[in-house]
Nanobody, 122 residues
Framework: QVQLVESGGGLVQAGGSLRLSCATSGLRTYTMGWFRQAPGKERAFVAAINWSGGSTNYADSVKGRFTISRDNAKNTVYVQMNDLKAEDTAVYYC?????????????????WGQGTQVTVSS
């Protein structure tokens, strides 16, 4: 059974940093993605990484501030979020898909975690 469990969310001041983690049930060959959903908005792509870490993709809004990575030995995917802004406030979701591509669309991902709340105070 596939399980994705996010952690690391919380309250941080603008300009601060957080690192989110997604513990998986051994999805070492899967592409992993992070999405977020702000209040009143649709879920949006944040970042994705292929199984080897050799290919990544980022939303324009987070480029240069967020870094996605993975540790396959620990079955964990991370997103390091720096220089956080109030508009980064959202529930962040981890997602997984088979294949080597790093797509941005939600429909391309097969498995989802429950989400973790990130709140950035201005």
């Amino acid at each position: 059974q596939v399980q994705l469990v996010e952690s690391g969310g919380g309250l941080v001041q603008a300009g601060g940093s957080l690192r989110l983690s997604c513990a998986t049930s051994g999805l070492r060959t899967y592409t992993m993605g992070w999405f977020r959903q702000a209040p009143g908005k649709e879920r949006a792509f944040v970042a994705a990484i292929n199984w080897s870490g050799g290919s990544t993709n980022y939303a324009d809004s987070v480029k240069g501030r967020f870094t996605i990575s993975r540790d396959n030995a620990k079955n964990t995917v991370y997103v390091q979020m720096n220089d956080l802004k109030a508009e980064d406030t959202a529930v962040y979701y981890c997602a997984a898909r088979s294949g080597v591509a790093v797509p941005t669309s939600q429909s391309s991902y097969d498995y989802w975690g429950q989400g973790t709340q990130v709140t950035v105070s201005s």
